[in-house]
């Protein structure tokens, strides 16, 4: 079966119902025997009757078509978030992170983000990059990914270049690119300490400040191969700490006033969608 191009099809029902309307219309106007000047008022008034029509006929062809490709980018959408899932669960289950870690961080991530104030294409953008924030670890050696203790200074540096590694594997799909900031960010520090670039304060993209203050309160309330679980009173105590230094003071007062909500969304797999 041939398919015809969307385009295309407009173009050839405008052109078939416009010749039959002026063809048709033209002799009856003639069969009725009016004057001249009868008749060019009443082709003046067939004129604006026929560029109305087309025009209502124009937005709902064009609309129709553009809510089909609207299904389809959603579909394509879904279909690269459901791999992209896949690829992190297994990244999870190589770096020995704790069950449902990723998918977790996002979840958390996505709903702060929305109390923060971001929605459409920034908070897609914000859920993207939350799911792949560590991505730039499948470069990394097991050896330091999942070592049980402390890293010396040269593994160290190796560790730290996850954040760029991530950023250029993500550089590499246009759909991602959008997304690179908190792979690439989230390890910066408000008072500038953090790495790769060292940017301080509102230099960190905002996605990622919001992302750094889920990621550490994941890291200290879940066991990690270096470490057991901290105390919930203990993390919590620790972000208040953390704020103006390694946190933006301002995300950890969102963070806290909706902890209960943000904790629930987050242990709960039913939000994933």
């Not at 870690?101 to 958390?108: A, D, G, L, P």
Request: hydrophobic share 45%; charged share 25%; with cysteine.
């Amino acid at each position: 079966m041939v398919r015809i191009k969307p385009q295309l099809r407009i173009v050839l029902i405008y052109v078939i119902l416009a010749w039959t309307w002026v063809f048709f219309s033209d002799r009856l106007l003639f069969s009725l025997g009016y004057d001249e000047h009868t008749l060019s008022m009443l082709h003046s008034a067939k004129a604006g009757f026929y560029v109305l029509c087309t025009g209502i006929l124009l937005y709902w062809l064009i609309g129709r078509d553009m809510k089909r490709l609207d299904r389809l980018n959603h579909l394509l959408l879904t279909g690269n978030e459901q791999s992209l899932r896949a690829l992190v669960s297994a990244m999870d289950i190589r770096h020995k992170e704790t069950r449902d870690h990723s998918e977790r961080v996002m979840r958390m991530t996505v709903a702060l983000a929305r109390l923060a104030g971001l929605d459409g294409d920034a908070l897609r953008h914000v859920r993207f990059g939350a799911l792949l924030h560590d991505i730039g670890k499948l470069a990394l050696p097991d050896a330091i990914l999942i070592k049980p203790g402390p890293l010396d200074a040269e593994e160290m540096a190796i560790m730290r270049t996850h954040p760029t590694l991530g950023r250029n594997l993500l550089m590499r799909t246009a759909f991602l690119r959008p997304a690179i900031d908190i792979p690439y960010a989230h390890h910066e520090r408000w008072d500038g300490a953090g790495y790769p670039r060292g940017l301080r304060g509102e230099e960190i993209p905002l996605a990622a400040r919001i992302f750094s203050v889920v990621d550490v309160w994941d890291a200290l309330s879940f066991p990690r191969v270096y470490k057991p679980a901290w105390p919930e009173s203990d993390v919590l105590d620790y972000l208040r700490r953390a704020a103006g230094s390694q946190l933006d003071p301002q995300v950890v007062a969102l963070f806290l006033q909706h902890y209960d909500e943000l904790k629930a969304i987050a242990l709960d797999e039913r939000t994933a969608d």
